[in-house]
């Protein structure tokens, strides 16, 4: 009989909500879960198998017997002061007094209000929080490789190898972006260390195994198979994770995920659990991806990016019917950054980049094959524009630390009148002082901006609001909201069955396709 694990501990915070997607922190105290809605699977046509698939190994015994000297328990501590946000939203730390549900308003409620105020209020004393993660030696020097999330904020980090030796570790280098991290041990003689595998041969249905310390028991292995690959998880620009049935728990944060070879193929980072606790479905950086960022990382303590300064949207058949497009394919340009390398190239909002270097691309994968590109080269874009294909030739730039688009100049021009679209379920007016105060517009905001939208239309399905600015219309600058009608019509005509929107709301600029089945004039 299984006993349960309290799952609420600061060592292993960071598995969220019911259906939350978190990171599998267990020790990463800080580490926030992010409230996503689960990944939708691509129907894929029905395949012939190549070959009999092959049986369950008799043991995994030989292979974990091999791999475990190589993972280690990651160990951090961080000093939190009165007053800071601990980063937790799930669960108090493991030093904090759970605080019963007494009646509102009786003495007890009272006492323990005041008590916890004392304790975290701007004359308590600073404590220590500690968290747990896993990680795995690369290089017999005392190279370790773990998650971002597990070390962030630490002011100390150790490192405990299965022989239960304690190492004090620095930091090499960590990237935010795809929440890796390198660690340096010293140590007077060489490490086991494990090496990476091809994560782009690793096949749906593959054996794998996972080794960590779920819940601070070291050295747990546990085996499942590949269940997905190129899964888009919402936890950054360049998701592209291995999905597993392995189980993974929190704890098993920066932990390798490992293929019968005994080459690691991914590094665990986060779970989807309604519970906190493993359901099947966990997710791995892939190697492929990884390993540029760890050489990196090893060598200058950051990462260099490539960057081209564009925004974009994947190209779905709502859009491609509103462009006119005969497939759903390609990256859609929402954005250029005014001084970008893309705006040198004379790309426009409204390009649909279908190939990079030949290849096919969709939105999805185009900024992480950009990222993966050295600063510096030229790389050539396929380019649907207005119904033609063109090329451009981009020098990729270096990823700025914060880059910010913005949209193309558009003409000054008068706004006039209002117009009410019912079929769409909105309503857009003039951009005038009015608007501008009522709706925080900037002063030189140009396109009409959205001063209702219907409970039940298709502008609120598709998460418009008012105060969102339209600034183009089928790629066609509007800066009136008769314009905007007289597009409206133009696409009607056509008989057109959907209809493409720029919006611009404090998030930034998206295209938005509005069905045109049920509009009317």
């Known amino acids: 009989m299984s006993l349960p694990v309290p799952v ?15 990171l599998i922190a267990a020790g990463a105290a800080r580490a926030e879960p992010a409230m996503v809605a689960p990944p939708q699977a691509d129907a894929a046509p029905s395949i012939r198998l190549p070959a009999p698939g092959r049986g369950t190994p008799d043991s995994f015994a030989d292979l974990a017997a091999r791999l475990l000297p190589a993972v280690v328990n990651v160990s951090t501590t961080e000093t939190v002061k009165p007053g800071d946000d601990d980063g937790d939203s799930e669960g108090d730390g493991e030093d904090a007094p759970q605080i019963p549900n007494f009646p509102e308003g009786s003495p007890f409620e009272k006492f323990f209000h005041d008590f916890m105020s004392h304790q975290n209020g701007p004359e308590a004393a600073p404590r220590k929080m500690q968290a747990l993660g896993s990680g795995f ?70 054996w794998v195994l996972a080794i960590g310390n779920p819940f601070g028991l070291s050295g747990t292995v546990t085996a499942g198979i590949i269940s997905s690959r190129g899964r888009n998880i919402e936890q950054g620009p360049y998701d592209d ?37 493993s359901i099947g479905i966990g997710f791995s950086i892939p190697s492929a991806e ?3 960022i760890i050489d990196q990382l090893r060598r200058t303590g950051k990462v ?5 300064g564009v925004r974009i949207q994947d190209v779905t058949q709502d859009i491609a019917d509103g462009l006119g497009l005969k497939a759903a394919h390609g990256a859609l ?19 649909v980049i279908q190939t990079l270097n030949g290849k096919d691309i969709d939105g999805r994968a185009l900024p992480r094959l950009m990222a993966d590109t050295a600063p510096g080269q030229v790389v050539k874009l396929g380019v649907w524009r207005h119904g033609q294909v063109v090329t451009a030739s981009v020098t990729v730039g270096a990823l700025p630390e914060d880059p910010k688009e913005a949209p193309a100049p558009k003409p000054e021009t008068k706004a006039q009148g209002s117009v009410q679209l019912q079929g769409l379920g909105l309503t857009v007016g003039a951009i005038d002082d009015v608007a501008r105060q009522k709706f925080n517009l900037a002063e030189g905001q140009k396109g009409v ?46 008989h057109r069955q959907s209809i493409l929107f720029l919006v611009q709301n404090g998030d930034g600029l998206r295209w938005v396709p509005l069905s045109l089945a049920d509009d009317a004039k």
Not at 8 to 22: E, K, M, N, T
Not at 265 to 271: E, M
Not at 304 to 308: H, L, N, T
């Open 304 to 308: 260099s990016r490539g960057w081209i």
């Open 449 to 494: 901006v959205v001063t209702s939208v219907a409970q039940d239309g298709a502008a609120a399905d598709r998460g418009l609001r008012a105060g969102d600015v339209i600034t183009q219309v089928q790629q066609a600058e509007v800066a009136t909201p008769a314009d905007l009608r007289r597009l409206v019509d133009a696409a009607r005509a056509k």
């Open 137 to 206: 030696i690369i290089d017999a020097s005392g190279i370790v490789v773990t998650n971002n999330h597990v070390i962030r904020h630490a002011d100390q980090i150790t490192v405990t190898l299965q022989d239960n030796t304690v190492l004090k570790a620095r930091l090499l280098g960590h990237d935010d972006r795809t929440d890796l991290a390198v660690l340096k041990v010293e140590t007077p003689h060489p490490l086991p260390a494990v090496s990476f595998g091809d994560s782009d041969h690793a096949r749906v249905g593959d």
């Open 8 to 22: 609420s501990h600061r060592p292993f915070a960071a598995v969220g909500l019911a259906a939350a997607l978190s």
């Open 333 to 351: 340009i929402a954005g250029v950054e005014a001084k970008g390398p893309a705006a040198a190239a004379k790309l426009q909002v409204g390009d």
């Open 290 to 292: 990884a390993r540029g």
């Open 241 to 277: 994770f291995i999905q597993t049935d392995a189980p993974i728990n929190k704890g098993n944060s920066g932990g390798p995920l490992f293929d019968m070879q005994g080459q690691v193929i991914g590094i665990n980072t986060a779970i989807y659990s309604p519970s906190g606790g």
